[in-house]
T-cell receptor, first 111, second 113 residues
């Protein structure tokens, strides 16, 4: 089992819809969870971090964390074509001084 | 405030040549990282430095060496480049290792022929 798993996609959603991106992780001791966006040919940029169970909202983005089920998700409301990118989930694998990245989910927002 | 900077942006090497990738951050972060990104493989950690004066291996350290020159700078050296090292290399920094958000540089696209 991979430490951090994401469906590589592509995930296609129509403009204005909610995009739901999911990520599962292997280690129950993980404490820090991050979502990054990466446009083609560019470097990853941080969208948000989440450390506690529940939801965290920032503008059109909501991160959801469920430690019991070992998944973290990212919801993008009112999706725009400019949201088309690859979304990387990153998790601090418990006890280790490093963050492990998933392979990313490619999101396509169709106008 | 430039964040994380990397040089060069592009590089082509012949097999066996050596080169050093440079990285600097101006956010006063303690931790710095080097990743490589390959299609279908995601970001893989090569080396990291939790603080000035310390370095540790990541997931794929073979063929690479690093130097944490000071708190700002972290370099990655390829002593004898191989075609398998063709990749995009990213440097990143964070306040603390493993717990805090990482901020990435623009990347270096390296081709080894």
């Amino acid at each position: 089992q991979k430490e951090v798993e994401q469906n590589s996609g592509p995930l296609s959603v129509p403009e204005g819809a909610i995009a739901s991106l999911n990520c599962t992780y292997s280690d129950r001791g993980s404490q820090s969870f991050f979502w990054y966006r990466q446009y083609s040919g560019k470097s990853p940029e941080l969208i948000m971090s989440i450390y506690s169970n529940g939801d965290k909202e920032d503008g059109r983005f909501t991160a959801q964390l469920n430690k019991a089920s070992q998944y973290v998700s990212l919801l993008i409301r009112d999706s725009q074509p400019s949201d088309s990118a690859t979304y990387l989930c990153a998790v601090n694998i418990g006890g280790y001084q490093k963050v492990t990245f998933g392979i990313g989910t490619k999101l396509q927002v169709i106008p | 405030n430039a964040g994380v900077t990397q040089t060069p942006k592009f590089q082509v090497l012949k097999t066996g040549q050596s080169m050093t990738l440079q990285c600097a951050q101006d956010m006063n972060h303690n931790s710095m990282y080097w990743y490589r990104q390959d299609p279908g493989m995601g970001l893989r950690l090569i080396y990291y430095s939790a603080s000035e004066g310390t370095t540790d291996k990541g997931e794929v350290p073979n063929g690479y060496n690093v130097s944490r020159l000071n708190k700002r700078e972290f370099s990655l050296r390829l002593e004898s480049a191989a075609p398998s090292q063709t990749s995009v290399y990213f440097c990143a920094s964070s306040e603390r290792t493993g717990f805090d958000e990482q901020y990435f540089g623009p990347g270096t696209r390296l081709t080894v022929t």
